[in-house]
């Protein structure tokens, strides 16, 4: 029986929290794999879903929808945390979840959050009951389990990538906690239209920092005297502990702009001074790294191949050291790269090869590449002649084909 107690504790939960959605249609964003017809949603839908991992940036969705498997499933449902549970607590929940299979015939659903802090040995301590089918498995990561979980446990599993969320669908859901009984109806909030994008585009497609940006809002701000919380974007801003981006949408895209063109150009000086304005005028550093990194790709490529090296070490430092110090990590890398000599082919080669594997897809592989076959005794093993022999790779249809011309080095 609920309590004034439970209701109380609902009160104090965090505004996130509140708002978490408890079943399906409540749930915003990943269409991807939640639209009509896709894979996840029927699996849902039909109550089977396997052991699965979830992984993807934070505030995206993933322990949310996990929750919803569990409860619309007539399952068990045990949460833990990867980074304090060990192996003998996991041994313990299989032993109930096998006992509760056996008399009851009813399945468990492990929630394992951060799954990718799992050691060898702990994660190997599942496989029994995942092969037994009485344990399923639901972690959640915000790292690639391709390379940060064991193989063992990832290839037992299906993998589904969440995505950040639109800004549309913050929009909504914030709008949705502004009214909710369940969120900040009580407050008699008014936020204006600019403060609703700016935590829309300020969280970075987080939920979860946008939701407790807003209830920051509505708990510090003072009523006016008709007793309404007017929350404007500056103190949006200050809630999201941001800098407001003090440009209009317009100007932003052309200092963007200009910086990437300067970078192309081999201009540090305009490089500098447009990255300096932007951050000047709010723009996470860490936005401009990423674009060095693209620029290192598509405008240096392989005439340096160190560039990617400084504008990955420089994102690396701007994570770790913050600002000022990151500022010189990123200003090396920006000098950087102007001044490396320029070369797009990977990017040319990168799209003619996306072209020509949509439009040769089904072309046939000569026998001798293929896995053990008669042919392959065919093939020429290059380090039987020194490194380098001439065969022919690509399928009839593309012979001829250079993505790379006049880069291969023969004997």
């Known amino acids: 029986m609920e309590t004034l107690f439970d209701n109380l504790h609902q009160t104090q939960k965090p505004l996130a929290e509140r708002m978490r959605p408890c079943i399906l249609s409540q749930f915003a964003g990943q269409q991807h794999l939640l639209a009509e017809g896709k894979l996840l949603r029927r699996l849902i839908q039909a109550g089977r879903v396997p052991s699965v991992i979830f992984f993807g940036p934070p505030g995206t969705g993933k322990t949310t929808l996990a929750q919803i498997i569990a409860d619309s499933s007539n399952a068990k449902f045990v949460k833990l945390n990867a980074v ?66 064991t193989r063992a446990i990832v290839s037992r599993c299906t993998v589904f990538e969440f995505k950040r969320l639109s800004e549309d669908d913050i929009m909504s859901l914030l709008k949705k906690a502004i009214t909710s009984s369940q969120g900040l109806a009580d407050f008699n909030l008014n936020i204006d239209d600019d403060a609703l994008k700016y935590f829309a585009a300020a969280c970075a497609g987080d939920v979860r920092s946008a939701l407790n940006g807003l209830e920051l809002c509505a708990i510090t701000t003072k009523p006016n005297i008709d007793g309404v919380i007017m929350v404007d974007k500056k103190i949006a801003a ?174």
């Not at 929940?93 to 799992?118: I, N, P, S």
């Not at 060898?120 to 390379?147: F, H, M, R, V, W």
């Not at 936005?287 to 160190?306: F, M, W």
Request: aromatic residues 8%; glycine residues 6%.
């Open 84 to 149: 304090s549970t060990g192996v003998a607590e996991v041994k313990a929940v299989m032993q109930q979840a096998k006992t509760d299979f056996e008399l009851h015939g009813k399945k468990t659903y492990l929630l394992l959050d951060e799954c990718h802090r799992w050691s060898k040995a702990q994660s190997d301590s599942l496989l029994g009951a995942l092969e037994a089918g009485y344990l399923l498995l639901i972690g959640c990561t915000t790292e690639n389990p391709s390379y940060s979980m």
């Open 238 to 411: 200050e809630c999201l502990q941001q800098k407001a981006l003090n440009l209009d949408e317009t100007l932003y895209y052309h200092i963007l702009s200009a910086f990437c063109k300067s970078l192309r150009g081999s201009d540090a000086t305009a490089a500098l001074y447009y990255a300096n304005r932007l951050m000047a005028a709010g723009m996470q550093p860490q936005i401009i790294a990423r674009r060095v990194i693209a620029h290192a790709c598509e405008d240096v490529g392989l005439a340096d191949p160190q560039a990617m090296v400084q504008a990955c070490s420089a994102l690396y430092a701007l994570d770790n050291m913050g600002m000022p110090e990151g500022n010189l990590a990123l200003t090396q890398a920006i000098v950087y790269v102007c001044q490396a000599p320029k070369d797009n082919r990977v990017v040319t080669a990168m799209s003619q090869a996306q072209d020509d594997a949509a439009n040769h897809a089904d072309d046939r592989i000569p026998e001798y590449l293929k896995n053990h076959t008669e042919a392959h005794k065919d093939y020429k093993y290059p380090h039987d002649f020194g490194g380098y022999v001439d065969q022919q790779y690509l399928p009839d249809s593309l012979l001829g084909r250079d993505y790379f011309p006049d880069k291969k080095t023969k004997n």
